[in-house]
């Protein structure tokens, strides 16, 4: 990997080179894909019998789907801003870029602890809903050591908005981009080539409305938050993560699985 993606950066500073952007984007990448083993060890550790509806567990499971699904739309379009901004390239699959557990959540202030864990209420109120905290009204942009992931996200975009100009978007490789996604059924959203700055907003409007949601006095997001439609909405993912706390979509029996797995090594 590039070291250009892995520079420090100054907490006290907002983002005023491209390369600062780049390197706030690649650790947007690392945020979100961070959460993809997280929610699916906690979904498959519930028991179900079969994908019918009404099967136990299937109710926090689907849940749980459907947020990681979107999670990996939000993993898509950043690689698109990084693409888009001229980036260096790097792949998901890097060592230093693929997540371990436990780690702490990157940058995040008070720290939050990540492990991979049997789906609990607990672990709802402890882990998934404060990951997907909705920031206050008026919460100030925060590029690093950051309280919300929305906070983190405004600070993007205010680099963005400084930063955009024929220059950034001088070569935006769309066709490097991904377009589609044949696995989103469950998910709502879009993969949204990035171009220029209106469809870089858009592209981080999906990813704060659907996880934390904007609003945080509301439940619901539109479906689709780059082109809302009235009507069509759907519960945030701390709002879903709320739910199975509360008990509204039931969890019920698991597999006895371990927290933290390892590989055995063996000679």
């Known amino acids: 990997m590039t070291s250009a993606l892995k520079q420090q950066v100054d907490i006290q500073q907002p983002i005023s080179t491209v ?7 690649y650790q947007a990448a690392q945020v979100e ?7 699916l060890y906690a979904a498959y550790s519930i028991q179900t019998s079969g994908a019918y509806q009404w099967d136990p567990g299937i109710s926090a499971f689907r849940t749980i789907r459907s947020v990681v699904i979107e999670e990996m739309l ?47 209420t607990e672990l709802m109120e402890r882990v ?19 309280n919300t992931i929305g906070q983190f996200y405004g600070a993007i975009v205010d680099g963005l908005e400084r930063l955009s100009g024929p220059k950034l978007w001088s070569q935006p490789n769309p066709d490097l981009q991904y377009r589609t996604t044949y696995w989103n059924n469950d998910g709502g959203g ?16 999906t990813i704060v409305e659907q996880g934390e949601g904007a609003d945080p006095d509301k439940a619901k997001v539109p479906i689709d938050p780059a082109k809302p439609v009235f009507g069509q909405e759907e519960y945030s993912h701390y709002a879903k993560f709320k739910r199975i706390s509360e ?11 371990p927290t933290d797995p390892k590989l055995v090594q063996r000679s």
């Open 74 to 120: 939000h993993l898509c379009l950043v690689r698109n801003l990084l693409v888009a901004t001229g980036a260096p390239p790097f792949a998901f699959y890097d060592e230093h870029f693929i997540p371990t557990y436990p780690s702490p959540m990157m940058h995040r202030e008070p720290e939050l602890t990540l492990h991979l864990e049997p789906c609990t």
């Open 19 to 25: 390369e600062q952007l780049h390197t706030h984007l």
């Open 33 to 39: 894909m961070s959460t993809i083993p997280l929610y």
């Open 247 to 257: 008990g509204i979509d039931l969890i019920r029996d698991l597999w006895p699985v």
């Open 190 to 205: 879009y993969p949204i080539v990035v171009l220029d700055l209106p469809t870089a907003l858009q592209a981080i409007q």
């Open 128 to 146: 998934f809903m404060p990951f997907e905290l909705p920031e206050k009204v008026s919460a100030p942009p925060q590029p690093d050591h950051y």
